[in-house]
Nanobody, 120 residues
Framework: QVQLVESGGGLVQAGDSLRLSCVASGRTFSTGWFRQAPGKEREFVAAVTWLGTNTYYADSVKGRFTISRDNAKITVYLQMNSLKPEDTAVYYC????????????????WGQGTQVTVSS
């Protein structure tokens, strides 16, 4: 059983940075971050393969967010820089048994989410 725990959310001002962490209890081949803003559907943010060799980002966060794994492949991070009010959302860590995917319906395990609020 894979369990995911997110942390690192908070309230910041536009232009600030946050670093989200996702700790996975079991091996997964790929891990992604998704977010859901009020009144919006959940959307893909970023994904990384188990080895951390491949990453992919939504256009809305390219150049600002960075996804990475630690050396032990236990924790996945989402470094968020130059935050904008439109980044405000609940951020979810998700894990997939697939080698690589950015498709929400191909993720098998989900964390509880962590709130990120960016004020203007």
């Amino acid at each position: 059983q894979v369990q995911l725990v997110e942390s690192g959310g908070g309230l910041v001002q536009a232009g600030d940075s946050l670093r989200l962490s996702c700790v996975a209890s079991g091996r997964t081949f790929s891990t992604g971050w998704f977010r859901q803003a009020p009144g919006k559907e959940r959307e893909f943010v970023a994904a990384v393969t188990w080895l951390g060799t491949n990453t992919y980002y939504a256009d809305s966060v390219k150049g600002r967010f960075t996804i990475s794994r630690d050396n032990a492949k236990i924790t996945v991070y989402l470094q968020m820089n130059s935050l904008k009010p439109e980044d405000t959302a609940v951020y979810y860590c998700a894990a997939s048994r697939r080698v690589w995917t950015i498709e929400e319906n191909e993720y098998d395990y989900w964390g509880q989410g962590t709130q990120v609020t960016v004020s203007s």
